[in-house]
């Protein structure tokens, strides 16, 4: 079974539409993190979370929302789609504890907002 | 703040060849870890290899190493004896050592795509 999982793996929706991306993680870490995915280009942070009380902006927060329900869980919701949202969305996992912080990605969300 | 940057869009290697990938980074901060992630058609991020700035020595795992010079803020990978399954695109990443660093983030490269020829 996959450390990192995300549901759905693909999603169409409209333009004002409200969607959540779902990640969940077996790895027992206690950072998890959404970044996105633009055709041809690295990925940008949008938020992070060291445990389930604590939820921080990344580069490009504007127009998403997170919730940590659980240590294991982190969704990311769009509230009202655009398609300039349109994109490949990873959420990867990392562990505070040791010197070396490595991020576990998940499958990513390949989302189109038309 | 930190950027890495790939210069190289693409790139292509003969199969059973060698290729070296360039990545090179600009900080002020003396104290960090430089990643390869890999991203095969699938678009799952694998991580390939690990470097901290503080080592002198570069990492190798298998037929994946590095080419890591600090003073010149550059961290190559070098692939040996490339396969088939290496096509992919291939991202070089930054993470600072500072805590509470925007949660110790990876900043990305942009990324370079190989193509390995049979």
């Given at each position: 079974?996959?450390?990192?999982?995300?549901?759905?793996?693909?999603?169409?929706?409209?333009?004002?539409?409200?969607?959540?991306?779902?990640?969940?993680?077996?790895?027992?870490?206690?950072?998890?993190?959404?970044?996105?995915?633009?055709?041809?280009?690295?990925?940008?942070?949008?938020?992070?979370?060291?445990?389930?009380?604590?939820?921080?902006?990344?580069?490009?927060?504007?127009?998403?929302?997170?919730?940590?329900?659980?240590?294991?869980?982190?969704?990311?919701?769009?509230?009202?789609?655009?398609?300039?949202?349109?994109?490949?969305?990873?959420?990867?996992?990392?562990?505070?504890?040791?010197?070396?912080?490595?991020?576990?990605?998940?499958?990513?969300?390949?989302?189109?907002?038309? | 703040?930190q950027t890495v940057t790939q210069s190289q869009p693409e790139m292509s290697v003969q199969e059973a060849e060698t290729v070296t990938l360039s990545?090179?980074?600009?900080?002020?901060?003396?104290?960090?870890?430089?990643?390869?992630?890999?991203?095969?058609?699938?678009?799952?991020?694998?991580?390939?290899?690990?470097?901290?700035?503080?080592?002198?020595?570069?990492?190798?795992?298998?037929?994946?190493?590095?080419?890591?010079?600090?003073?010149?803020?550059?961290?190559?990978?070098?692939?040996?004896?490339?396969?088939?399954?290496?096509?992919?695109?291939?991202?070089?990443?930054?993470?600072?050592?500072?805590?509470?660093?925007?949660?110790?983030?990876?900043?990305?490269?942009?990324?370079?795509?190989?193509?390995?020829?049979?």
């Amino acid at each position: 079974d996959a450390d990192v999982t995300q549901t759905p793996r693909n999603r169409i929706t409209k333009t004002g539409k409200r969607i959540m991306l779902e990640c969940s993680q077996t790895k027992g870490h206690d950072r998890m993190y959404w970044y996105r995915q633009d055709p041809g280009l690295g990925l940008q942070l949008i938020y992070y979370s060291f445990d389930v009380k604590d939820i921080n902006k990344g580069e490009i927060s504007d127009g998403y929302s997170v919730s940590r329900q659980a240590q294991a869980k982190f969704s990311l919701s769009l509230e009202s789609a655009i398609p300039n949202q349109t994109a490949l969305y990873f959420c990867a996992t990392g562990s505070r504890w040791g010197p070396q912080e490595t991020q576990y990605f998940g499958p990513g969300t390949r989302l189109l907002v038309l | 703040a930190q950027t890495v940057t790939q210069s190289q869009p693409e790139m292509s290697v003969q199969e059973a060849e060698t290729v070296t990938l360039s990545c090179t980074y600009d900080t002020s901060e003396s104290d960090y870890y430089l990643f390869w992630y890999k991203q095969p058609p699938s678009r799952q991020m694998i991580l390939v290899i690990r470097q901290e700035a503080y080592k002198q020595q570069n990492a190798t795992e298998n037929r994946f190493s590095v080419n890591f010079q600090k003073a010149a803020k550059s961290f190559s990978l070098k692939i040996s004896d490339s396969q088939l399954g290496d096509a992919a695109m291939y991202f070089c990443a930054y993470r600072s050592l500072i805590n509470n660093n925007a949660g110790n983030m990876l900043t990305f490269g942009g990324g370079t795509r190989l193509m390995v020829k049979p």
